[in-house]
Nanobody, 119 residues
Framework: QVQLVESGGGLVQAGGSLRLSCAAS????????MGWYRQAPGKQRELVAT???????NYADSVRGRFTISRDNAKNTVHLQMSSLKPEDTAVYYC?????????????WGQGTQVTVSS
C-alpha cells in the first residue's frame, strides 16, 4: 500500500497563491505518475495536473499557466504551486499516485485538503 499525505491547503483571496504538498510513503516502488485532482461541491472529481517520474507534466486547461506541478523523486513528494487563484478553484484537492506503465497500475489517493478562494 501507498500512503499519501497532503498539506498546504487553506483560505486565500482571489489572486493569491498557495502551495500544496504531498508526501508518499509505504510501498512506493513502481510509482510512475503522481498528480493532483480536485472536487468541488456537487461536481465530479477532475484532473488538475500530473507529472511522471521523468518530469513530463500535464495540466487541465483551466489551470494551465497558473498552476505548476513539481516532483522530488528522492523525497517521494509532489507539489502544486497555485497562483492567480480564482473562486472557481475552490475545492478539495486530492493527491494521486499511480503505478505501472503509463500509470495504468494500482491507484492511490490521499485524504484531501481543502482550498477555499474568496472573492
Amino acid at each position: 500500500q501507498v500512503q499519501l499525505v497532503e498539506s498546504g491547503g487553506g483560505l486565500v483571496q482571489a489572486g493569491g497563491s498557495l502551495r500544496l504538498s504531498c508526501a508518499a510513503s509505504g510501498s512506493i516502488f513502481g510509482i510512475t505518475y503522481m498528480g493532483w485532482y480536485r472536487q468541488a461541491p456537487g461536481k465530479q472529481r477532475e484532473l488538475v495536473a500530473t507529472i511522471t517520474n521523468s518530469g513530463l507534466t500535464n495540466y487541465a486547461d483551466s489551470v494551465r499557466g497558473r498552476f505548476t506541478i513539481s516532483r522530488d523523486n528522492a523525497k517521494n513528494t509532489v507539489h502544486l504551486q497555485m497562483s492567480s487563484l480564482k473562486p472557481e478553484d475552490t475545492a478539495v484537492y486530492y493527491c494521486n499516485a499511480r503505478k505501472g506503465q503509463y500509470g495504468l497500475g494500482p491507484n492511490y489517493w490521499g485524504q484531501g485538503t481543502q482550498v477555499t478562494v474568496s472573492s
